[in-house]
């Protein structure tokens, strides 16, 4: 139980300081759809469903996990992380191993990072990943300066809208579960997406039906899509997405 709580308390100065501030510059309310650890079913459910739309996704990627079996998920092949790059989804970074970064020091940060990016450039030939998902959402503020050096941005699990002045290096989500994402709440957050025009980016992980604790059914993928683009979101990548808020690239 303590290790537990001095963890909890080592996360919270990364949550207060905002360490990569960033005024956003978009003309209209902005939507993305990103993918953690990835499960086999986030690539034959989720992109198929997002590409039906003509929408593409973020897939952060753990290279080092690829063709295993989690608790909850067989995760996807290294032949359908290549696919899902062909097809023209963002390919983003995980630690290789999915190692919580709290737990690892620099070196083990750096070397994990290495890892992973060369093996998926060996896999997606000149790709280059420029955007980093936390795994399990923790962080450590060193951690964060740390990876935001190295990253575009750095994507949390913190609930939010991103809006205004935005922390590049601790972006927020709305967890696109079924388990916590009513109606009511997807309105909710679509409208204020819109009324404050913001940059909304939802996060699963599995597309399953039934899906896990932590992922979506493809109806309510498909819902979602569906729902923002008629009330005239711009459904794009994190990568896009900085474009659209003004962010110089790299």
């Known amino acids: 139980m303590l290790p537990d709580l001095l963890e909890r308390v080592q996360r919270r100065p990364a949550r207060l300081f905002a360490s990569k501030v960033f005024r956003m510059q978009n003309r209209a309310p902005v939507v993305s759809f990103t993918f953690d650890d990835v499960p086999e079913s ?12 003509g929408v593409r996704g973020t897939f952060y990627i753990a290279a080092g996990t690829c063709d295993t079996q989690d608790t909850y998920w067989r995760t996807i092949t290294p032949e359908q992380v290549r696919a899902l790059h062909d097809r023209g989804h963002e390919i983003g970074c995980l630690t290789y191993s999915n190692a919580d970064v709290q737990k690892l020091d620099a070196d083990g940060i750096d070397e994990e990072c290495r890892k992973n990016h060369n093996l998926l450039r060996r896999l997606c030939g000149d790709i280059q990943l420029t955007n980093f998902a936390y795994p399990y959402g923790h962080t450590t503020l060193m951690r964060k300066l740390q990876l935001q050096k190295r990253f575009d941005t750095c994507r949390g699990l913190v609930e939010g809208i991103n809006v205004g002045t935005i922390d590049l290096g601790l972006l927020k989500v709305i967890k696109l579960y079924n388990q916590t994402l009513t109606p009511e709440i997807l309105q909710r957050v679509l409208r204020e997406a819109c ?3 913001g940059w909304l980016i939802f996060n699963s992980h ?6 896990s604790a ?8 498909r819902t979602t899509i569906e729902t923002a683009r008629a ?6 990548t994190v990568r896009d997405a900085l474009k659209e808020i003004g962010y110089t690239i790299g």
């Open 231 to 236: 009330m005239g979101l711009s459904c794009v």
């Open 195 to 197: 009324d404050r025009n």
């Open 206 to 211: 599995d597309v399953a039906d039934p899906p």
């Open 214 to 221: 932590f992922g979506c059914s493809p109806d309510l993928l």
């Open 42 to 53: 986030a690539y034959i459910n989720g992109a198929t469903i997002l590409e039906e739309h």
